[in-house]
């Protein structure tokens, strides 16, 4: 039975003679319903006929980038037999974890409805920093490792500082970091423009390094599937407890189940290659502490609160100032940590890092994920999912031997088709009342 209500004016407070001008239209038009009133059916009917609602009212959430990815995957196994093997899955997942650590600090700045476009070349500047510190100064490479973070952690905290407190638009002083952050790091690579890093050392065994052993890759799955098994599990049971709606034991079950084929079955093609990349695992890592952080802390509900009005954030007594100057800092030590790991993969900082597609990537991954451009609406998980589509698009081509000017061509095209459903999807909920 389902319990779905509307609020409703009662019949004895209606107009006795109101008159309809035009009855067909009239008979045709459907009231809104605020999504806040409805109390969904227990069990799978309830389950389906709330996922129906929400197709309808628009919010589409990461449904349409999952089929894509999957048509991207079978258009390129059907052109050619070698992409969906072990190996090249595998070097598509360590190649995205630079861009997608990159993405993942987008996804904070585009949730406050802004931008910054200085992530590339902080990006180049903290693996400039590690190369210079322990080539050429010999410090300790955790200790650079950390400075190196740290580098990009004080730049955005600049950015959100003009941002915030003096009221630069976030456009324009992240173009304005753009330019900066580039020059300081040629400034500090010297004439060489190259400084080669040790192949053995502290940064380059990031995406050098794997688990060989089986062990670690099904391990990892399984404490995956048990942790969200035990989390999903006794979240439904306090809300239970505390009188609020929640999911049907047999929709726990049934996630719980689809995330171990995934995890298992990802796990399986890894040990067929070379074990478990570490890069992987730390951005793994960084997805699931990051979306904790935005889902369940208070912070992360001040950040979708500004996405969703400044003003109305200001009133309920959130320190926007703070938040706006934490978010920009958070996007500038990611873009530092996914520098790390683009200098990793070649042993090197040079003059080209943060430079090139890199930018347009890594912003492009989080919109293409699902992360609104107009704020308020996102999960970090969409970085992981938005860095795939266009990584496994760059590897389907480069098989196929098509060049780079296809290559943005097509990234291009999927990105304007990803903003459009975003800007179709905000006008269907505000039709529907859920915007």
């Known amino acids: 039975m389902s319990l779905d209500k509307t609020s409703t004016p009662p019949e004895d407070h209606a107009p006795q003679d109101a008159v309809v001008e035009n009855p067909e239209a009239a008979a045709g038009t459907v009231t809104a319903v605020d999504p806040r009133l409805l109390v969904r059916e227990q069990g799978f009917a309830g389950y389906i006929t709330e996922f129906k609602r929400k197709m309808k009212a628009g919010d589409l959430g990461s449904v349409p980038v999952i089929i894509g990815l999957a048509v991207i995957w079978i258009i390129f196994q059907s052109l050619n037999s070698n992409f969906l093997t072990a190996g090249n899955l595998s070097d598509i997942s360590v190649d995205m974890v630079g861009t997608g650590m990159i993405a993942v600090g987008i996804v904070f700045v585009l949730l406050l409805g802004e931008i910054d476009l200085s992530v590339g070349s902080v990006s180049g500047v903290a693996g400039a920093s590690y190369a210079v510190l322990t080539v050429t100064h010999g410090m300790s490479a955790w200790l650079a490792l950390v400075l190196s973070i740290l580098v990009g952690t004080v730049a955005g905290a600049l950015h959100g500082f003009f941002f915030a407190k003096i009221g630069v638009p976030a456009f324009a002083v992240t173009l304005a970091g753009l330019l900066f952050w580039n020059g300081f790091m040629l400034q500090i690579l010297g004439d060489s423009g190259t400084i080669n890093l040790d192949s053995e050392g502290l940064v380059a065994k990031l995406t050098s390094y794997y688990f060989s052993d089986v062990a670690a890759a099904y391990g990892l799955a399984l404490v995956a599937t048990v942790l969200f098994f035990l989390t999903s599990f006794l979240g439904n049971r306090r809300r239970e407890a505390a009188g609020v709606p929640s999911r049907p034991l047999s929709e726990t079950i049934l996630r719980t189940v689809l995330l171990a084929i995934v995890s298992f079955a990802a796990a399986a093609v890894y040990n067929q290659y070379k074990g478990l990349p570490l890069a992987v695992v730390i ?144 006008k269907t909920q505000k039709t529907a009342g859920r915007a």
Do not use: C, H
């Open 283 to 426: 951005f793994l890592a960084m997805l699931v502490i990051t979306d904790f952080v935005l889902r369940r802390t208070a912070y992360g509900r001040k950040v979708f609160a500004l996405g969703g009005s400044v003003e109305a954030s200001r009133r309920a007594g959130i320190n926007v100032n703070l938040v706006r100057i934490s978010v920009f800092a958070i996007s500038g030590t990611f873009a530092a940590i996914g520098g790390l790991m683009l200098a990793s993969k070649i042993a090197a900082a040079n003059q080209g890092a943060g430079s090139g597609d890199l930018l347009m990537n890594a912003i492009a991954a989080a919109v293409i994920g699902g992360t609104s451009l107009f704020g308020g609406r996102g999960r970090t998980w969409n970085a992981l999912l938005g860095v795939l589509v266009i990584v496994s698009i760059q590897y389907g081509l480069a098989l196929e031997g098509i060049a780079s000017p296809v290559q943005y061509m097509i990234t291009g095209g999927v990105l304007l088709a990803t903003v459009v459903i975003d800007a179709i999807t905000r």
